[in-house]
């Protein structure tokens, strides 16, 4: 993943924090030291209270609710299809740009999938409100 993209972000959200590509995202946005003001981890109610090192700031994961996307302007989902169908247009009327790793919006003709190492250059002029990612791999 090509993280200048996300560089001049302040708030961002992650779903599925605690899952295996959560906390590899998370290690490489502490890696290419991408920063953000304000940084929400959400995963599921088994999850909640959790402590996770980022970028020597302890956060704590919350619940993904439908108020978890409140001045958030980029959330990245890493959770099933079934979780992302029921968050993705709560964070989208929100005003957030969702980053999607599921295949729930990837064959969609409306909503851009891209690696940013291929056809990341679409992201200059991109004012759609879904990004789709071929799968978590590419992550």
């Known amino acids: 993943m090509k993280f200048s993209h996300l560089e001049g972000i302040e708030s961002f959200a992650l779903v599925g924090a ?4 959560g906390q590899e995202l998370l290690d490489l946005l502490c890696e ?3 920063k953000f003001s304000k940084i929400k981890l959400l995963a599921s109610q088994n999850s909640v209270g959790e ?3 980022f970028a ?3 956060l704590i994961i919350e619940e ?3 108020n978890s996307f409140d001045g958030v302007e980029v959330a990245f989902f890493c959770v099933p299809n079934e979780v992302t169908e029921k968050f993705v247009p709560i964070a989208i009327s929100k005003g957030c740009l969702v980053i999607d790793d ?3 919006f990837r064959q969609k003709s409306d909503v851009a999938l891209i690696v940013p190492e291929v056809n990341g250059d679409i992201l200059k002029d991109f ?3 879904i990004i789709s990612i071929p799968n ?3 992550t």
């Open 32 to 34: 290419h030291k991408i």
């Open 127 to 129: 004012s759609g409100k």
């Open 64 to 66: 993904l609710s439908a």
């Open 51 to 53: 402590r996770v090192d």
């Open 18 to 21: 605690t899952g295996l590509v």
């Open 102 to 104: 599921s295949s729930v």
């Open 56 to 58: 020597g700031e302890d």
């Open 136 to 138: 978590c791999t590419t």
